[in-house]
């Protein structure tokens, strides 16, 4: 029995399937966490969706920048993009019980503690900011989870997409409440020391601009809790950080697809068995 957290699938799902031959993986032994970004890019969105979807209980996600914006196109709230490969999951037959089951999905999830290997680490797909507690992170979550599950979903999804605001502020109300937590867990790279958030820079943190940090350099404030484990960025380059875990080694631009073992923090990766895109964004 073993737990596997895996990096952006992004449609990629022959790469998947080779990642989970090579860890040998028993559906009625072994879990898998995806840290999100399951369609999109890659070719086969949809059956990605299918696949993992009916894993049932023995996978589970977080949701990812681009299966919000699959959420977002089903209910013609979003900007369609060349490099888009979800049209497939919305005109499906069986598109709206993949769209409803993977609205239901989380933000945030505390992973297993499997013989106090990673001492209960929280998975997200970008990040967390060093002012939330991971309590607070799934508070956060299930805030975001009660909207994109309930039946005004499509109100929100309307005013999904946007940079502002760029800074926690607990007195948040509303729709900017719900973006910004969505943009952090789904979009967050770099921060200002200021505590602002920039959403624009993308590329390795050492070309980056002095006044930006990546959000996993900031301290936190709370002693005794994991490490975090995310996806996201797939040019930072490391694996291992000071916050955990990057899990998102490129798979879709003919990088690797990575999972984690939470039982010996074993690395498990494989190359990209599809065409890589031509260009990183």
């Known amino acids: 029995m073993a737990n596997y957290v895996i990096g952006d699938v992004q449609g990629c799902l022959d790469s998947l399937l080779t990642l989970l031959d090579k860890i040998r993986f028993n559906p009625k032994n072994d879990t898998l966490w995806f840290a999100g970004d399951l369609v999109n890019r890659g070719p086969r969105s949809l059956d990605t969706l ?22 977002a196109l089903w ?14 999951v ?6 709206e019980e993949l769209v409803d089951w993977l609205r239901g999905q989380p933000l945030a999830l505390r992973l297993p503690v499997v013989d106090n290997t990673l001492n209960g680490a929280l998975l997200t797909h970008a990040g967390l900011l060093p002012q939330w507690s991971f309590d607070d ?13 309930g039946p005004d979903w499509q109100a929100f999804m309307a005013e999904l997409y946007g940079n502002k605001p760029n800074r ?3 007195s948040l109300e509303g729709f900017d409440r719900l973006r910004l937590i969505v943009n952090v867990f789904t979009r967050m790279r770099m921060m200002r020391d200021d505590g602002k958030i920039d959403f624009k ?3 390795e943190p050492a070309d980056a601009p002095p006044e930006l940090k990546p959000w996993f350099e900031l301290e936190r404030g709370f002693s005794g809790e994991g490490p975090i484990v995310f996806g996201h960025w797939s040019t930072l380059g490391q694996l291992k950080n000071k916050a955990g875990y990057c899990l998102d080694t490129g798979c879709v631009w003919g990088g690797q697809l990575t999972a984690l073992r939470l039982e010996d923090e074993a690395i498990i990766q494989v190359d990209a068995v599809e065409p890589p895109l031509p260009t990183i964004p």
């Open 137 to 149: 992170a799934l508070a956060l979550s299930d805030e975001v989870r009660q909207v994109l599950s």
């Open 168 to 170: 926690w502020e607990q």
């Open 90 to 95: 919305v005109n499906a037959p069986d598109g």
């Open 201 to 203: 820079y993308k590329l």
């Open 75 to 88: 209910c013609n709230s979003g900007r369609s993009h060349e490099s888009d490969t979800i049209a497939e």
């Open 50 to 71: 299918r696949f993992i979807k009916n894993l049932g209980e023995n996978a589970h996600t977080v949701l990812g920048n681009h299966d919000l914006h699959l959420l």
